[in-house]
Nanobody, 124 residues
Framework: QVQLIESGGGLVQAGGSLRLSCAASGRIFNTYTMAWFRQAPGKEREFVATISRSGLTTYYQDSVKGRFTISRDNAKNTVDLQMNSLQPEDTAVYYC?????????????????WGQGTQVTVSS
C-alpha cells in the first residue's frame, strides 16, 4: 500500500512558476514508477509526466515539454513537478500517482495508487 500526498498548488499569473511536490509513504519508493496527471473542469484526466524508478528516464506530454520538469528523490520518498511558463490552459487539479509495473505508461488506468490532488490555477 502506498499513500501519496500532493502539495504546492495555488494561484499564479500566466508566465509564472509553481513547484508541486508529492510525498509517498512506504520504504520501497524506489520500486515504483511515478507520474503526474491533471484534470481540468469538464475534461478527462490526462497524462502530464512520468519518471522511472531510478529517476534516469522521464517522459512528458507534448504541451508541457520544455516547461515542466519531473524529478524524484528516492532517499526522501518524494517526486516533484517544476512548472514554468504556466499558461491558463494548465489550470487543473494535478494528481500524483504510482505503480510498480507502469514502466513509463501514459495511461491513467495503469497506475494503482493516487493522491487526492492539488489545484493549480493560472490567471491570464
Amino acid at each position: 500500500q502506498v499513500q501519496l500526498i500532493e502539495s504546492g498548488g495555488g494561484l499564479v499569473q500566466a508566465g509564472g512558476s509553481l513547484r508541486l511536490s508529492c510525498a509517498a509513504s512506504g520504504r520501497i519508493f524506489n520500486t515504483y514508477t511515478m507520474a503526474w496527471f491533471r484534470q481540468a473542469p469538464g475534461k478527462e484526466r490526462e497524462f502530464v509526466a512520468t519518471i522511472s524508478r531510478s529517476g534516469l528516464t522521464t517522459y512528458y506530454q507534448d504541451s508541457v515539454k520544455g516547461r515542466f520538469t519531473i524529478s524524484r528523490d528516492n532517499a526522501k520518498n518524494t517526486v516533484d513537478l517544476q512548472m514554468n511558463s504556466l499558461q491558463p490552459e494548465d489550470t487543473a487539479v494535478y494528481y500524483c500517482c504510482a505503480d510498480r509495473y507502469a514502466l513509463g505508461s501514459t495511461k491513467k488506468g495503469d497506475y494503482e495508487y493516487w493522491g487526492q490532488g492539488t489545484q493549480v490555477t493560472v490567471s491570464s
